[in-house]
């Protein structure tokens, strides 16, 4: 037998190494897939509910803030001061007092609680959180039931090991047994 020639039952070694390759990147595949869309909605979650209370927190500081000015205003009210008392007056009867100029910055919705919370200067927004990618658009939308039964279907394939990297041997090949005693005493 030349040594180029191989024989059926014997296995090249680059096809063994590609065949175990082949097993465990379907079963890498499969694992990372079944990951992104199990764990990628649930990140987003997350993601959006850090966005929502840095919102809340801000929003709570600003609201804090204008309660601490409206009661700087009604000490300053109690304390019977005649300057803030006249500017109220002058302010709520549209009259100005003789000898002031009047300079209008804005009309106040709020009424004098307007003015008061137009003291406190309005927070930063915090950024808004990351865009919709690609792959988060895939395993959040209607392909995700079928990216996790391909992933999966990846992950059986890869344990089972489609193309095992053993030799397979056809029925003419297999080891002969040899016959047990009660059958050769049955065929005589």
């Given at each position: ?22 097993t465990?990147s ?6 990372t897939?079944?990951?992104?869309v ?6 987003r ?13 801000a ?37 100005v ?7 209008a ?5 709020n ?24 792959l ?12 996790l ?40």
């Amino acid at each position: 037998m030349p040594a180029t020639e191989i024989s059926s039952n014997q296995v090249q070694p680059w096809v063994t190494l590609a065949r175990q390759l082949g097993t465990w990147s379907l079963l890498v595949a499969g694992l990372t897939l079944v990951a992104a869309v199990v764990l990628i909605p649930a990140w987003r979650d997350v993601q959006q509910s850090r966005y929502e209370q840095v919102q809340l927190k801000a929003a709570a500081q600003w609201t804090a803030e204008q309660v601490d000015a409206a009661r700087r205003m009604v000490r300053t009210l109690d304390e019977q001061d005649p300057d803030l008392q006249q500017r109220l007056i002058a302010w709520q009867l549209n009259l100005v007092p003789e000898g002031v100029t009047p300079i209008a910055r804005a009309t106040y919705e709020n009424g004098v609680l307007g003015w008061v919370e137009s003291t406190v200067p309005k927070p930063a927004m915090a950024p808004e959180p990351l865009g919709v990618t690609t792959l988060e658009a895939m395993v959040t939308g209607p392909w995700r039931l079928w990216l996790l039964a391909i992933g999966v279907l990846c992950v059986f394939a890869g344990v089972i090991g489609v193309g095992s990297a053993s030799p397979r041997t056809t029925n003419q090949e297999q080891p002969k047994r040899p016959n047990s005693p009660r059958l050769s005493a049955h065929n005589s």
